[in-house]
């Protein structure tokens, strides 16, 4: 006799940047206090409903803001939302503008990424099963063109598609650096990204991210970084980033998973199952389960 598969606690999970450490508008609140085999996540996750929809949020820097960018264990918070059924993450981040058109309080929706962190750990592999996952789009496109119409239709000046520069912080960039990340063509930097975008690949989970402008960096003249001008520019877009939740979480929700996200290890993993270390095997079986028999 077959056991019926159990639904999933949550579909959909909100990965919370900076200002945006709760969701309010969340029905029937309920705390989980996760463990994974790669550490414990940023904090609790809660879980509720948002329009109908079974929905996980977890503040990345942790209950008030106690993780720097280099500190948030990304593998466990990744490896927790996939645990409890995640298909799709709507990532929300604070980031500095590298192009004059993308003005403070103005939404993006990257299509590209570049990673210049140092050396955290980007991979749920290794320890005898090795994959290589396609990343060559590193966003979901379907979803976060879905995002970005919501986003214009709730009102938000938005923008789609530039690349994000995800760089290690959590100091705010030298006037060199930005003027480099300018010649390079780059559109957004931000200190969190990377490798969230990449482990969400390896976990098959459809991975938007919600690029919400605070400030020019420190390229423009008289337009330099401050902790000021960030806090009261990420403080304005906190309200709209929940509305645009509200309004787009069950399109999201019931849009179909034809994208490559979706089987992102179909034909990944290279190593030989005879030859799989037991143990990794066993760690990453919510992973590749399905797979790896």
């Not at 010649?183 to 919400?212: D, F, H, K």
């Amino acid at each position: 006799m077959r056991t019926a598969k159990r639904a999933p606690l949550a579909s959909v999970a909100v990965i919370g940047g900076s200002g945006l450490y709760d969701m309010p508008g969340l029905i029937g609140k309920r705390l989980v206090r996760a463990n994974t085999p790669f550490g414990r996540p940023s904090g609790p996750i809660l879980l509720g409903s948002l329009s109908g929809v079974p929905c996980a949020f977890i503040a990345r820097h942790g209950p008030g803001h106690v993780l720097t960018p280099s500190e948030i264990n990304q593998r466990a918070n990744i490896f927790a939302l996939k645990a409890l059924g995640v298909e799709k993450i709507v990532a929300v981040a604070a980031v500095g503008s590298l192009r004059e058109e993308l003005v403070p309080r103005h939404f993006v929706f990257p299509d590209q990424l570049v990673d210049e962190t140092k050396g955290r750990p980007s991979t749920f592999f290794g320890d005898g099963v090795v994959a290589h996952v396609a990343f060559d789009a590193p966003f979901c496109y379907e979803q976060s063109q879905l995002l970005y119409e919501a986003s214009r239709e709730t009102g938000i000046t938005s923008h789609f598609g530039g690349v994000y520069v995800c760089m290690e912080g959590p100091a705010f960039s030298t006037r060199a650096e930005s003027e480099y990340h300018r010649q390079m063509g780059y559109s957004v930097i931000g200190m969190t990204a990377s490798p969230e975008a990449r482990l969400a690949r390896e976990a098959e989970i459809c991975y938007s991210l919600v690029a919400l402008v605070t400030d020019y960096d420190c390229w423009k003249a008289g337009e330099e970084v401050s902790t000021e001008k960030v806090v009261e520019n990420l403080l304005a877009n906190v309200s709209n980033a929940q509305k645009l939740l509200e309004r787009s979480v069950l399109a999201v929700a019931s849009r179909p998973r034809r994208c490559r996200c979706a089987s992102a290890l179909a034909g990944a993993i290279f190593t030989n199952p005879k030859a799989m270390n037991r143990k990794t095997l066993k760690k990453l079986k919510p992973l590749i389960g399905r797979h790896v028999s």
